[in-house]
Each structure stands twice: as C-alpha cells, then as structure tokens.
C-alpha cells in the first residue's frame, strides 16, 4: 500500500496579485487541513486571466521562478506543511516567456516545466504571451509519487498523457483556465472533461485537473485596441480514478476544495494486468513523432 | 454539407458459421432497410470467440480474404445495397495468421488491415492466435467518408486513433468482442467505453463500437488442456459524436441494430476551429514511438 491524498483547489481570482496568492494561501491551508499530500491550484492564479487581451504592458507580469511571488510564498508553505505542490506562472527567461509551472516539495524546487502546447484563439490569445515550451514533458519524482503536470491545453494532447506515463508518471495534474467560447459558442466543458477522462482511462492513472471560476470583463481603452469582452471560466474542476470515473467534483461557481485518496500501488497492478504497455508497438507509432510510418 | 449514416449491428454469435454469417446478413439488410451508408458488425462475428481456449485446430478457421465467406457473402451484399462495410475475419496469409479486416465499399475490396495490438489474458488468448499486424494502420477513402479501423485491443490505444485521425480519418470504427473478466473480475464496460469515448474527443471525430453479447461457454477436454471457463460479452456498442457524446448505444444482452447521422464538412470545421492539430508538437512526442526525446 502506497497511499496519498491529493487536493484540487477551485477558486475565482481576485484582482490584486497579493490579494490573489493570499487567497490562494488560505484554500492550500485549508487543503492540508483535509490532509491533502498534493495541492493543484489552477493555471495563473496569480492574476485575472490576462491573455483575453494583449497589451504589451502584460509582458512585466513575468518573472523568473526566484522571483514569482506565489512560487516564493508556496516554497514556505509547502515547507511549513510537507506539500507537494506545482505552482503555475508566467515565467521569464531573458526575453523569452513562457506558461510554466515550478514542481515544489516540501521546500525544494523540484524543476520547472513550461507548457508544450499554445492554444490561440479570439480571447485566448496565448501565442502573442508565451514561446511553445522548451523543456519537454516533465515527471517528477516526489515525496508522493512520480508525478507529470501538464497546464491547460496540454490536457487536450492525448500525446501529453501518453509522454508523461511513459516517463513513469502514477499521477497526471493540469492547472487551467478554461471557460466560455463567446465566439462559436459552444459549452466545452464536457469536451474537455472526456478528453481528460479519455487520457486517465487510456494510461490507467488518476488525473486531477483545477479550473478558475468568474466572470472577467475587458473594457475598450486605445492600448487594447479597443477591445470589449468577458469570459466565464466554468470551474467543473474534478479527480478522476485510474480507470477514468470521476470521484470528486466542483460545480461552475464556486470556490472549493475537493480531495481524494489513491493507492498507488493499486494503479500500478491495474497498468500491469491490464496488458496496454506489455502490448504497444512503438515501431506502428512514428506518425505521432513526424516520422514517416 | 456531407451527410452520411453509420449503424451499428450487435448480435450474439450462434455456433454454426453458416447460420452466423446469415444472421449477419440479416441485421447488415435491417441497417440498409434504415437508410445506414456504412455498417459494423462485431469482431470475428463468424464464429465463437475461439481465443477462450487454445486449440491448434482452430488455425484452420483462418482463410484469405478472397476464400473467408463473410468476405465473399458482404463483397455481394455492399454492392447490392451500396454499402461500406469492414468484414472483420480470421485471415490467413501462408504461414501465418492475422485478426483483419476487409474493407468492402460496393462490392469492392479496398484492402486489408491486420490488428496491430494484440491482447493476451487467461480468456482472451489472442497470441496464440494472431501475429501482431504488419500493415500499419489504414485509413480508406471510401464513398462514405475517410474510415479508419481499429480491431478490439487496439482501441484501447490512444495511439491507434491519433494515427488514423492524422492519416486522414473522419470517422474511427472499431469492431469488438470483450465481456467478463473471469479472473481480475471487474467489470470493464465503463472503462472500455471512457477510452473510446476519449479517443473522439481528443481527436474530434465520430466513434463507434460494435460489441457482441451472449454467454460463451468452454468444456474440457484433452485438446484444451482441460480448459473450464466461460465468457458473457457485454455489448453496450455505442456510437459518439466528434466531442465523445456517446449519442445511440444498445445494451448489454439483445441483438440490436443502431444508427446515427453526421455532418462530415461540420466535424472537419470543428477539428479546424478548435486548434489541436495547428499546435501539436511532434518533435516532443518521441518517446512515443521508442526514439528518445
């Protein structure tokens, strides 16, 4: 038996970046409070949702991982309460930038992973914020299992999922922020939670994905081009088991805390009987890669 | 617009082969009578599900195509009704063996396609029987619409989907014969159903399953090595639309014919305007196909 517990937190992010850690900080306590071994905060929490516009000026929300204050503050926390933790944030390096998460254990900065696949679209408009990842996919070994994050639209690549369990990882979790579509007007939060469940069931390990909730509106000003928009994150954050069933989940508004427990041991039987890893043929696959067949 | 319809045939296998491959008929002329331009029956729908036990004289089920007789009874039939068919079939090729399909449109073979995974557990022997595949995986180009097959076992891959989608595929067949888990005792349906339902929603095309129902039962004798046991398959064959909304399914015991109609140029809009192909990665996929990343 190898069991940890892992906590999804859900929450709407205030204006004010220290307004937005402390929140944070006060759902993370709450959290190890439930007895969580592992927190997932959502992708970005530092701030309102800033790629639903451009403005140049955004840019100086990027620091190095030294520097980032939610990565500063959760050092000490994950410190104080023996947490794992990937902390997301908008990562600067030189005068490239990057959606990145800091991987922390107890303290420690484990490594850094900069998110491998940029969505753009009319109010997600990420390519103009950050450079493709450059790290390739990360699993880390933690105090709680081997542990592969992907951030946001990373969590619609099955190749992610795939990458990350082949690399070892018993637990995949994506921070993310995701909500309406203003222009084709769709609802994808089952789109995407069956994508996500689709990854889990294909890889057979739990996945945990936290979501933002809120409205955020733009108003129209010259440096934004004139722009006017909202978007509505849909929250629906949720913890899935090996198989792909989902355990816990948050509803479309609210701040939460959900939390499950998993024997990692369990999952690990489940991949080995189960025969999928035994029975791939790698050699089938060089499409995928770029190869020709 | 570019409308097509897919039905579904789910049956229970009787023990002849002439009778099973009548009653194939049977339902495959129910679908047509439907208004059906494609039809799936079930994996190796000839016969029992001979992968129970081990019998060396089973190896002489396997035919080639142009002798198997549900590949000549559906050459006949698919040109009568103007039909897209894959004729899943026990195929033999000199020496050795294969689970394949034939791809049938009007009365003609368009080609084969041999199982690329192949599966072994107590009940599900399929090693004995079959050699790992060695023609890649195929997508047609049929009147109906670009098709590609999976076979059972490999629709548990999400490498087989994401192959055939980047080859082209505007829809995924999989022809199936699972059920009971004997010995880990679980039951599967849901799971089985989470990864297809995952491999339509990562890939935004249609998915559908044919299963077969019905108890099969094994009795020893000396050329089984004594073999004892029993499957019961589960059906629940199901057809998905592009997100992985499973939209007709049958249920886990009757013969039963289901039918769903999509908008080709709608779902190739859909993969357009949700962005995953344009940020793919390949050069990060590689330990996917077994180089290093």
């Known amino acids: 038996m190898n069991k940890i517990k892992i906590a999804v937190v859900q929450l709407g992010v205030p204006d004010e970046r220290d307004l937005a850690v402390d929140k944070a900080e006060r759902l993370v306590r709450k ?24 403005r140049y000026e955004h840019y100086e929300l990027a620091l190095s991982a030294d520097k980032d204050p939610a990565v500063l503050r959760f050092t000490e926390i994950t410190r104080e309460l023996s947490l794992v933790m990937p902390i997301s944030f908008y990562e600067r390096d030189v005068n490239s930038f ?28 990420e390519k103009f914020y950050f450079s493709p990842g450059d790290t390739g996919f990360k699993v880390w070994e933690t105090r709680f299992g081997k542990i592969g994050v992907g951030i946001c639209w990373d969590q619609w690549f099955p190749e992610s999922a795939r990458c990350m369990t082949l690399m070892g990882a018993e637990l995949l979790l994506y ?36 979501n933002r909730v ?16 909202e978007l509505t994150f849909y929250g629906s954050s949720f913890i899935t088991d090996c ?46 890669s770029g190869k020709n067949c």
Chains 1, 2 share one sequence.
């Open 31 to 54: 959290a190890a409070g439930m007895g969580a071994n592992i927190v997932l905060l959502p992708e970005l929490f530092q701030t309102p949702y800033f790629c639903q516009e451009r």
């Open 98 to 125: 990057y959606n990145s998460i800091a991987m922390l254990d107890s303290g420690e900065l484990l490594g850094i992973y900069r998110k491998t696949h940029i969505p753009d679209d009319h109010f997600y408009q």
């Open 243 to 288: 198989y792909g069933e989902i355990l816990e989940t948050c509803d479309r508004t609210s701040d939460d805390v959900i939390i499950s427990e998993f024997d990692l041991d369990k999952c690990r039987s489940a991949r080995q009987e189960w025969g999928v890893f035994r029975d791939r043929r790698p050699e089938m696959y060089g499409i995928i």
């Open 214 to 229: 809120g409205t955020e509106r733009i108003t129209p000003d010259d440096s934004n081009a004139g722009q006017s928009s």
């Open 175 to 210: 921070p993310t922020a995701i909500g309406s579509e203003p222009i084709i007007e769709c609802d994808s939060m089952p789109h995407w939670r069956r994508c996500m469940q689709g990854h889990a069931a294909a890889n057979i390990v739990p996945v945990a994905a936290a």
